[in-house]
């Protein structure tokens, strides 16, 4: 059953990035990005991540995307420009320089005999163990703000500065600036 | 579940190179800006599978953080793209290039 | 002065006047003239200078050219009898042709071009006579190369010199691709140029002869003394001024050939000398054969000299390179009379050369006609006449060593008597068939008097006896030789009979054959298929024609396309256009493109993950 539900999200997911990045219209593009991520929102709950999943739909999908489509709409994007078109041409140089780096990758990864095993996931509910010297894995969200606040305090706060940062840095950017001033 | 951890890698990777395709291929600066969203997001999902088949948080936690310091990044690159807007009046890439060549 | 000063004197004299009329007289030919004659009589009065302060001796001297490392190259000179011999030669009928092109080149437009190249020939000529080693040796025979070219394609203006002058050049430089491979081998194989040096090595140690060494060098006389299969250019190189083909095609750059030979006779095996003794044989009958076939007066002359060339090798490949020596010579003075003489009637028949336009000349020319008369008994060995002599003692050398070279040869003295006669009958008696024959005249004093000088010496130059001490000595050491041999004297009255049977049923049968001034040429007329199979030559010049036009240029254009497509593009424009590739791929750096930064982001990244995952570097 779960298997099922992978197949068809990561479907989801991937079909909706192909038509974000193909389709010549920005506010399409942006609404085919919010499915890619809520897609991807599905698998982190499939991968047991449900606190990201909520974060992923709440931050990204919610706040980032939107403020996409306010800026595309602000700035009245065209229509016409960027049309099919117009990458035609472009499309096979460049699906074929991504596919030759990913061939490269592939080629390196076979000969330099790093292969990753196929595991399977195993259920989370029994005992964990400290494993690698990392905090152990649970599902629940005590778990993750024990290790945020403990852990990786320091990441936190600069997170936090980080934010303030940018805050203003948009501020700064944005403000108009009259062309007959000074 | 039977899907082991090297099929969340294939769709990370694809979800990348489709990422990398969008860069590379289109003119327009703020779907550019959203295929490079979409390669943070491949990563992030790669990072929950390790994290998952690993057995610890980290990879959790660093999802958190790259999902934090991705909107602070996205709100400072659309305002950036709002000037250059209205300095070029225009968002295409090859029409922001102020270098001859 | 020193006798290496005198003969530095000698050689540098020509060159000096090449190098004045070249720079200050092109355009006063008179002027010219007079300096390239005085320049003439310098080096005869230098080499006779030479030659008293020899007392007969060898003068060697030398300075050094090059030199890399171990290896140096030097100029120097080595005059022993046979450079003394044929120096006295090359300088004396060199003056007398320089004195006849005075009146023959009077009212030619080039003169003072004309003369320079005289000079220039007369300086690489000496050069090569009087050389030390083999690479002095190729240096100057390069140059005489380049005079002869320049002065067969002396009348610009028309297409059969230029061609002609090609000709000879390409022609001769064939052989001297085998000259040069031989002088490398000869370094490599004795560590030295040096004609001496080598000399000793193989009489100390006869198994250093290499056949190898001796054919190599060979090729070089080949192309130079027109013997089979480079004899192509000797004909068409009458395109040039009469006194150039005396001087040049028939007195001294083709005997240049035969004299190097002798030179390096200590390295021939008897293999080669065999080789050579039938090499020549065959051109003496084949051109011999070739002569009926022709009416130009020049060209019948132009096959006498490859017959007599073969001759002169024959002599040489029977092992006697002082008769061939002998033959030189005396070849040298009648050759060269009968061309001044030639020249004379063309100049007096207004440059009309067809023999079957001329006739009567004896009337109109006398003393051109007696001396004429004189050079034709030479060359058909005439007893008492110089020819007589040197051809004697060829056929009974040919005689003693094998029955069919001897038979060859006969035929050839046969052959040497009938077109003769077929000349002197048609052009000198009979009616004159063309206007410009009824008009002829007696030629100045200028050309006339060379022509008595050189008849004197084609009667008297055979009188070995009767040459200077210091010249001859090798000629008189392989007469001996010749006299003293098993056999020598009932071969020798064969040959007495033989020989004058030639001449006589030469003569007097191609006087019956042809008749005195008949109309037309009585064997084209006659059997027009016999005439015209020898006048084809056997069709050499057709064959090689077809050889380069058909072969070689396809040759030619492939390597060109190899060249161009290879070398050019690939590795000159490829390589520059790998840079500029290179370039603008760097380029797209710089521009502001957002997507080259993309690819080049890319490139990075499969480096680092190349040297990441330890597979490069």
New interface residues.
């Given amino acids: 059953m779960l298997d099922i539900l992978f197949y068809v999200f990561s479907a989801i997911t991937l079909i909706a990035a192909v038509l974000m990045v193909l389709t010549p219209n920005a506010v399409n593009g942006a609404m085919c990005m919010i499915v890619a991520f809520i897609g991807t929102a599905a698998l982190f709950v499939l991968l047991e991540a449900y606190f990201l999943a909520v974060i992923q739909v709440v931050v990204y999908a919610g706040a980032v995307m939107v403020l996409f489509l306010f800026i595309i709409m602000l700035l009245d994007v065209d229509k016409g420009e960027g049309g099919a078109t117009e990458y035609k041409d472009k499309l096979t140089i460049g699906a074929s320089a991504i596919g030759f780096l990913l061939l490269v990758m592939l080629v390196f990864s076979a000969f330099s005999g790093a292969h990753l095993p196929e595991p399977g996931l195993t259920a989370v509910t029994e005992n964990p163990e400290v494993f690698n010297g990392g905090v152990p894995f649970t599902t629940s969200s005590k778990s993750f703000g024990y290790s945020l606040f403990t852990k990786y305090m320091l990441p936190f706060q600069v997170a936090g500065f980080l934010l303030l940062a940018a805050m203003i840095g948009v501020i700064v950017v944005s403000k108009k600036h009259d062309i007959a001033e000074d | 579940m039977t899907v082991g951890l090297n099929a969340f890698l294939i769709v990370a990777g694809l979800l990348f190179a489709v990422g990398l395709l969008g860069v590379t291929l289109r003119q327009n600066t703020l779907v550019i800006y959203m295929s490079l969203e979409l390669m943070l997001n491949a990563v992030n999902l790669a990072f929950v599978a390790f994290s998952r088949y690993n057995g610890t948080m980290d990879g959790n936690l660093f999802v958190f953080f790259i999902i934090t310091v991705a909107a602070a990044e996205v709100a400072l690159g659309l305002a950036i793209i709002v000037a250059l807007f209205r300095r070029r009046q225009s968002v295409m890439v090859d029409k922001l290039n102020a270098l001859s060549h | 002065m020193t006798a290496a000063q005198i003969l530095l004197a000698a050689l540098l004299t020509p060159l000096l006047s090449a190098v004045l009329i070249a720079c200050f007289l092109r355009r006063r030919g008179t002027l010219a003239s007079y300096l390239s004659v005085a320049a003439a009589a310098g080096i005869c009065a230098f080499s006779y200078l030479a030659i008293q302060a020899t007392n007969g001796s060898t003068i060697r001297a030398a300075i050094e050219w090059l030199s890399f490392g171990n290896f140096t190259v030097s100029m120097g000179f080595l005059f022993d009898g046979v450079s003394a011999t044929m120096l006295t030669m090359v300088a004396f009928v060199g003056l007398l042709i320089h004195v006849f092109s005075l009146g023959y080149m009077a009212d030619d437009k080039a003169k003072g071009r004309f003369f320079g190249g005289l000079s220039i020939f007369m300086f690489s000529m000496l050069g090569i006579i009087l050389a030390d080693n083999l690479i002095m040796i190729f240096v100057f025979w390069e140059l005489v190369g380049f005079s002869s070219y320049m002065l067969i394609g002396h009348y610009l203006d028309t297409d059969e010199a230029a061609a002609a002058s090609k000709k000879a050049f390409i022609v001769n430089r064939i052989g001297d691709l085998g000259f040069l491979i031989g002088i490398v081998y000869a370094y490599w194989h004795f560590g030295t140029t040096n004609l001496e040096a080598m000399g000793a090595a193989v009489n100390a140690d006869s198994s250093l002869i290499s056949w190898a060494i001796a054919a190599l060098l060979m090729c070089g006389f080949i192309g130079k003394s027109a013997q089979f299969p480079l004899h192509v250019w000797l004909p068409d190189a009458m395109a040039g001024p009469t006194p150039v083909s005396a001087l040049i095609h028939a007195a001294t750059m083709v005997a240049a050939g035969v004299y190097f030979l002798i030179r390096i006779a200590f390295l021939f095996p008897e293999s080669v000398l065999g080789g050579i003794a039938i090499l020549g044989t065959s051109v003496a009958v084949y051109a011999g054969f070739c002569a009926y076939g022709q009416n130009d007066i020049k060209k019948i002359l132009a096959y006498s000299t490859l017959s007599q060339l073969g001759y002169m090798s024959a002599a040489f490949g029977l092992g006697y390179p002082g008769i061939a020596l002998f033959h030189l010579i005396t070849h040298a003075f009648f050759k060269a009379l009968l061309f001044l003489g030639a020249g004379s009637i063309i100049h007096g028949c207004h440059h009309e050369q067809d023999i079957l336009k001329m006739g009567g000349i004896l009337k109109k020319m006398p003393i051109t006609s007696i001396t004429f008369f004189i050079g034709v008994l030479a060359l058909c060995g005439v007893y008492g006449f110089a020819g007589f002599y040197s051809k004697d003692a060829i056929l009974v050398a040919g005689g003693l060593d094998s029955t069919a070279i001897f038979a060859l040869l006969t035929l050839g003295a046969f052959l040497t008597a009938g077109y003769m006669g077929r000349l002197v009958w048609i052009v000198f008696f009979g009616e004159p068939k063309s206007d410009a024959a009824a008009h002829a005249h007696e030629s100045g004093f200028s050309m006339v008097l060379p022509l008595i000088i050189l008849a004197v010496l084609s009667v008297v130059g055979g009188w070995i006896g009767v040459w200077p001490e210091a010249t001859g000595e090798i000629i008189r050491d392989n007469l001996e030789h010749l006299h003293h041999a098993e056999g020598h004297d009932e071969m020798h009255s064969k040959v007495m009979i033989l020989g004058s049977a030639a001449w006589i049923v030469g003569l007097l049968g191609s006087l019956f054959f042809y008749g005195v001034g008949k109309n037309g040429d009585a064997l084209q007329n006659r059997s027009k298929p016999v005439y015209e199979f020898l006048k084809a030559r056997l069709w050499f010049d057709e064959i090689y024609g077809f050889y380069v036009a058909k072969i070689q240029q396809r040759v030619a254009v492939l390597l060109s396309f190899l060249d161009v497509f290879l070398i050019k593009g690939l590795f000159v424009r490829g390589s520059a256009g790998l840079v500029g590739l290179v370039g603008a791929c760097s380029?797209s750096l710089?521009?502001?493109?957002?997507?080259g930064y993309?690819?080049w982001f890319?490139a990075g990244?499969?480096l680092l993950?190349?040297l990441a995952?330890?597979?490069a570097l």
Avoid: F, K, P, T
Avoid at chain 3, 590 to 595: A, D, K, M, P, R
């Fill in positions: 380029r710089h521009v502001g493109n957002i997507h993309v690819y890319l990244i499969i993950w190349a995952s330890g597979v």
